[in-house]
Each structure stands twice: as structure tokens, then as C-alpha cells.
């Protein structure tokens, strides 16, 4: 099983990487190219967090859950991010097709890294990888400390402090670990860079546009490998800011975590370049030449995507202040994003209705609202949580009759669902009744609504594979019995594993676009009057 998970992840993602990269027809174009680009870096991005390795080499008091205080649990803490990410990016260099044609593309030169590495970027991720290499050292220096249970209050200037406090591991060990992490990031980096220099030439772009897809490709991968280089450096930095539980020190900061902040900022920032055949060719210039993109509904339609990918942050950012809603109830928290998506959405219809609706312009509807792929990955999505949440409530009962504790959030998740899905009634409702446009441009009033439709369909699914995901990672210990395998109040690792796979499905599903499910309609029928059904 440890061997098969990783090979059916890969296989996984090389197959959705393929599909991607085919146009309709079968063959690959400038756009479909681009849009396989893109997907690597998001996914890569995704693989690459270091959240659970955060704590490494702290020894907690008072918890009950299994430190990452040896050497091998560190190891395998870092193990997924780092080479994850690496793997992301070298299948996705490998999924890109074949040579079509008769005759063969090729190029005399040889191809070598630096003809397309991108050179103020690599310079900065040297300097990163070179600092985050000088902070691991010195780590290496700090001795460790014995975790203090905490047992009481001590009076200082009238003030009463907690005695007691975590420890922490021999600096060395978690140096140790962590230098193979940066090792196998740093030589992991320079073969997919060689990899990216020496791959085939693509039929769909000339010279200069393979040349410059290596560019972009690399762009991404280093941008990648610095915020998990400053990742390692801010696990570092939160080992060497602990203090000694026996100073009674309550507060401590983490330099390196605001730099690891900084830095991930920066590469979000640090955008590829485009190429050129994918905007001539692409979306983007039909959309300016489209008689529907110049309508004001369309432009509202556009402007409520970007709103519905930031109500999710605003949501977040809200439920961190609730109480009952922070970390400690991330299933609250899914469903609040959830929510905000929705709210967006039903707002926009009303929007809609109210600015450009008119009474007299026929109401249409589209016979095809959502994609055969979308709504059979909904519904695969929706059943997928219900077997997790049936499976969460019978392990959680197997647990209390041992006697043992166990998360509960399937007592939220349930109720918190329902909400979830009577809000998503409430845009498709509104599409479904509000007032037709009046317009020039066939099918647009219809195409307005399919949008609407496909955008609640796809937070239904990006909600229950993300609500699925918390259940799996915040109730682990819930599968064990249920598989005939000793109860335990730690932590299992193979289902944290599931569950941040399904959560990151989850959010790749959020992030894709609403014309990527359906390049190819089911059925070219029009759509059909209101009235006439």
C-alpha cells in the first residue's frame, strides 16, 4: 500500500494531464498547451505545502497526539511535499504527446538549461536556497529540551504565568532531516530543469515557442522550490524560537516564518510569460472580437468568477473570528467558504434580473445546464463524502465503545451540508426564474444561466471532496477498527494522506475554469424558450 498510493497518484495525474492537453478533435493546440502549463504549476503548487511538518522536532506537553520528533517521522513528513512537487512537474513534462506528423520536428542545437532559464528568477532562488541552507546550519548548533507538562501558575509582578512548556529535539537531528530535505529539493530541481531543457518538441508551437514553453516551465518549478526552500527554513525557524520550558517564557516569534510569508508573496507574483499563438489563438481574443463579450451582463458574469474566488478568503478570514469556527472546526469553516460561493453566485442572478433582465425578452433555458463530466463528477464527489461520513460516524462509535476519544465532526459536517445545499437552491432558483435579456446575440441569455448553473454544481463538488478530505484528516484514527486494525487515539497516517489528496482534488476542481469541463458539448441543441416545454 505505501507503494501503491504514490504509483496511483502519478498514473492519476498523468492521465489528467493528458486530457487536458487534447483539444476536442484529439490533437494538441497553443491554447490546450498553455492551459497544460498552467495546470502543472497549480497542481505542483498544491503538493508542495509543508503544513504538516510544521511542528517538526517539537516535543509537545500535554498533547496526545505522536510528535515529529524522530528522524524517520520527519522524513516522512517532508517526503511528500518535496518530492510530490518534483514528481508533479517531471509528468508533467512527460504527458505532453508525441510526434503526429509525418515527418518529424527537430532541432540541431543542443538544448541546454541556461538558453532557457529565466535569470533574475534563478538568481533569487539561489539566494533563497543559500539562505535557507545557512538557517538549517545553524540550527544544527541548538541543543534540545525537555518538554514540561503544564502544572500550574507562577506570580510575577502581580501577573500569574503558566509554568511549564513544549521541548524541543537536539538541533542536529532535525538539521539532519532537514538538509536532506534541501538536498533532494535542490539536485531534485536541477534534473527536472534538465528534463524540462531536453524535452521533445511540440508540433502545435514553431521553435521559438517551444523554446519559450520551456521558459514558462521553468518559471513555475522554481518558483515552486523556493517557497518550499523558505518552508524549510521557517520549520527551522520555529524549532531554534522555542525557548526553554524551564525560562517560562510565554511568547516567542518566528523571524523566518515572516520571511517564508515575503517570499511566498513575491512568487505569486512572479507571473510566467505567455505565449503568444495561445492569446491570439485563445479564449481571450475571441471573447474581445464576440459580439457577447461586449454585452454588460457578460461583463457581470465574468466579474462575479473573480468575486466567487475571493469570497472563500473573506469566509475564512470570518471564521477564524467566530467562535467554534477556527481551527478546531474546519469542517465550519469548508462549509462557511462554501456558503460565501454560493451567496456570490445567487447575488449575481439578482444582479442580473434586476440591471439587465426585462420582462418582455423571452426567457430561455439551456437543455444541457452542465456538462456530463462536471455533474458525473458531482455526484461521484457527493457520494464519496456520504461514504466517509457513514464510515467517520461507524468508526467513531466503535471508538467510544473502547473507550477511546474521537473527533465529532461528523455532528457538524451533516448539518452543515444540508445548509450547504439548501443555500446552492438558491442561484439555480434564481437562474431558473429571473427575467430574460433582451439582446441581439442568440443563446446568450441561456448561456448566462448554463454559467451560473455550472458554477453551483462545481462548488458542490469542490465542497464535498474538501469536506471529505477534513473528515478523513481530522478523524483518522475512525478507519482502523472499522478494518480490523487496533483502535488508537493517534493519528493514521494513510487516511491524512487520502484526505489531503481529496482536499487538494477539491481545490483543483474550484480553480478550474467554467469553459474547461465542456469543450465538447454532449449535444449541439440549442437552447429552447421557457414556455415551449
Request: charged share 10%; proline share 8%.
Given at each position: ?167 524541543r529535539i537536539q538541533g ?24 524540462i531543457s531536453r524535452r ?72 510566467p510569460p505567455k505565449l ?258
Amino acid at each position: 500500500m505505501l507503494l501503491l498510493g504514490p504509483f496511483l497518484l502519478a498514473a492519476g495525474l498523468y492521465l489528467l494531464l493528458r486530457w487536458v492537453i487534447l483539444a476536442p478533435g484529439g490533437g494538441t493546440t497553443s491554447v490546450t498547451v498553455a492551459q497544460h502549463s498552467l495546470w502543472i504549476g497549480v497542481i505542483g503548487w498544491l503538493a508542495s505545502s509543508l503544513q504538516s511538518a510544521g511542528s517538526a522536532g517539537i516535543l509537545p506537553a500535554g498533547s496526545t497526539s505522536p510528535p515529529l520528533a524522530t528522524s524517520a517521522s520527519i522524513l516522512g513528513a517532508l517526503a511528500w511535499p518535496v518530492l510530490g512537487c518534483l514528481a508533479v512537474h517531471a509528468i508533467g513534462q512527460l504527458s505532453y504527446p508525441g510526434p503526429q506528423l509525418p515527418r518529424r520536428l527537430a532541432s540541431l542545437g543542443i538544448r541546454r538549461v541556461r538558453d532557457f532559464l529565466p535569470r533574475t528568477l534563478a538568481w533569487t532562488v539561489l539566494a533563497i536556497f543559500v539562505g535557507s541552507a545557512v538557517h538549517i546550519g545553524w540550527v544544527a548548533t541548538l541543543p534540545g529540551y525537555e518538554a514540561n507538562p503544564f502544572n500550574g501558575f507562577e506570580e510575577r509582578n502581580q501577573n500569574f504565568s503558566r509554568i511549564g512548556g513544549d521541548g524541543r529535539i537536539q538541533g542536529s537531528v532535525l538539521a539532519a532531516c532537514l538538509g536532506a530535505g534541501w538536498l533532494a529539493l535542490a539536485l531534485g530541481t536541477l534534473l527536472v530543469l534538465t528534463l524540462i531543457s531536453r524535452r521533445r518538441q511540440l508540433e502545435a508551437l514553431d521553435a521559438a515557442e517551444n523554446d519559450l514553453l520551456r521558459t514558462v516551465a521553468m518559471n513555475r518549478l522554481l518558483r515552486t522550490v523556493a517557497t518550499i526552500a523558505t518552508g524549510l527554513a521557517a520549520i527551522a525557524g520555529n524549532f531554534a524560537a522555542r525557548p526553554d520550558p524551564s525560562a517560562n517564557v510565554s511568547s516567542w516569534t518566528n523571524p523566518a516564518g515572516f520571511a517564508a510569508f515575503v517570499v511566498l508573496l513575491v512568487m505569486w507574483g512572479w507571473a510566467p510569460p505567455k505565449l503568444p499563438s495561445a492569446k491570439a489563438g485563445g479564449a481571450d481574443t475571441h471573447m474581445v472580437e464576440s459580439p457577447a463579450s461586449a454585452h454588460p451582463a457578460t461583463r457581470l458574469s465574468v466579474s462575479l468568477g473573480a468575486a466567487m474566488g475571493l469570497a472563500p478568503l473573506a469566509a475564512a478570514a470570518l471564521g477564524f473570528v467566530l467562535p467554534g469556527a477556527g481551527p478546531g472546526q474546519p469542517v465550519i469553516l469548508v462549509a462557511l467558504m462554501a456558503t460565501a460561493m454560493l451567496l456570490v453566485a445567487a447575488t449575481g442572478e439578482l444582479l442580473l434580473h434586476r440591471n439587465y433582465g426585462s420582462p418582455e425578452a423571452r426567457r430561455t433555458w439551456p437543455r444541457q445546464a452542465v456538462s456530463p463530466a462536471l455533474l458525473t463528477t458531482a455526484i461521484a464527489a457527493v457520494a464519496l463524502f456520504a461514504v466517509i461520513l457513514v464510515v467517520n460516524v461507524a468508526g467513531g462509535w466503535k471508538l467510544r465503545e473502547a473507550g477511546l476519544d474521537v473527533s465529532r465532526g461528523w455532528v457538524v459536517a451533516a448539518p452543515a451540508t444540508a445548509a450547504v445545499a439548501a443555500i446552492a437552491c438558491l442561484p439555480v432558483a434564481a437562474a431558473r426564474v429571473r427575467r430574460g435579456i433582451p439582446t441581439d446575440v442568440p443563446g446568450l441569455d441561456a448561456a448566462l444561466r448554463a454559467i451560473t448553473v455550472h458554477r453551483v454544481v462545481r462548488t458542490i463538488a469542490t465542497y464535498c471532496l474538501a469536506q471529505a478530505g477534513v473528515l478523513l484528516m481530522t478523524a483518522s484514527n475512525a478507519l482502523p477498527p472499522l478494518l480490523g486494525l487496533p483502535a488508537s487515539t493517534f493519528t493514521w497516517q494513510p487516511a491524512v494522506v487520502a484526505g489531503a489528496a481529496l482536499a487538494a482534488a477539491g481545490v483543483v476542481i474550484a480553480v478550474i475554469p467554467v469553459r474547461g469541463f465542456a469543450r465538447v458539448p454532449a449535444a449541439p441543441a440549442q437552447p429552447v424558450p421557457e414556455g415551449s416545454r
